[in-house]
């Protein structure tokens, strides 16, 4: 990672704050398939105390600093929590007033540039998080392979 990266990313509360879009790229396998490694970037924006951000992929920092951004799977009494679509168990929990921003679209490495209010975005959000554990367990399996399989053999 770059100097000028890090210190995007440590101000990233302050971009966001300001109204214009913020663009970075997705690491991790934790929001497989939806979102790959490495491959995409996401645009964030700020969202407001009051909207609704149940089912958006929202993104928070950790106390210990790291930048996570998962799905929100329930917003209560002012604590949100959140999981990522490739995770099967694990989920985290932060303040509504936390929630840094939202994931507004996402640029894949093609270009092309997808919106994640579309019906087609919601479409494969439900169809991935309506199937069995069972069965995401082992298309995660399988996923990550191709996606450490691409990283390796990338020019």
């Given at each position: 990672?770059?100097?000028?990266?890090?210190?995007?990313?440590?101000?990233?509360?302050?971009?966001?704050?300001?109204?214009?879009?913020?663009?970075?790229?997705?690491t991790g396998y934790s929001m497989l398939p939806l979102l790959g490694y490495?491959?995409?970037?996401?645009?964030?924006?700020?969202?407001?105390?009051?909207?609704?951000?149940?089912?958006?992929?929202?993104?928070?920092?950790?106390?210990?600093?790291?930048?996570?951004?998962?799905?929100?799977?329930?917003?209560?009494?002012?604590?949100?929590?959140?999981?990522?679509?490739?995770?099967?168990?694990?989920c985290e929990q932060c303040r509504r007033d936390e929630i840094i921003g939202?994931?507004?679209?996402?640029?894949?490495?093609?270009?092309?540039?997808?919106?994640?209010?579309?019906?087609?975005?919601?479409?494969?959000?439900?169809?991935?998080?309506?199937?069995?554990?069972?069965?995401?367990?082992?298309?995660?399996?399988?996923?990550?392979?191709?996606?450490?399989?691409?990283?390796?053999?990338?020019?």
């Amino acid at each position: 990672m770059s100097n000028i990266e890090d210190i995007t990313k440590l101000h990233i509360e302050e971009l966001v704050d300001e109204g214009s879009l913020f663009v970075m790229h997705v690491t991790g396998y934790s929001m497989l398939p939806l979102l790959g490694y490495g491959d995409d970037r996401i645009v964030l924006r700020r969202t407001s105390p009051d909207e609704d951000i149940y089912r958006r992929i929202a993104m928070f920092r950790t106390p210990d600093g790291r930048i996570i951004v998962h799905r929100v799977l329930r917003v209560e009494n002012g604590m949100v929590t959140l999981r990522g679509d490739g995770n099967i168990i694990q989920c985290e929990q932060c303040r509504r007033d936390e929630i840094i921003g939202i994931v507004e679209s996402v640029l894949r490495e093609s270009g092309r540039k997808v919106s994640c209010t579309t019906r087609w975005w919601r479409i494969r959000e439900r169809i991935w998080l309506s199937q069995p554990t069972i069965v995401r367990r082992y298309a995660l399996a399988v996923l990550r392979r191709w996606c450490n399989f691409k990283r390796r053999h990338k020019k």
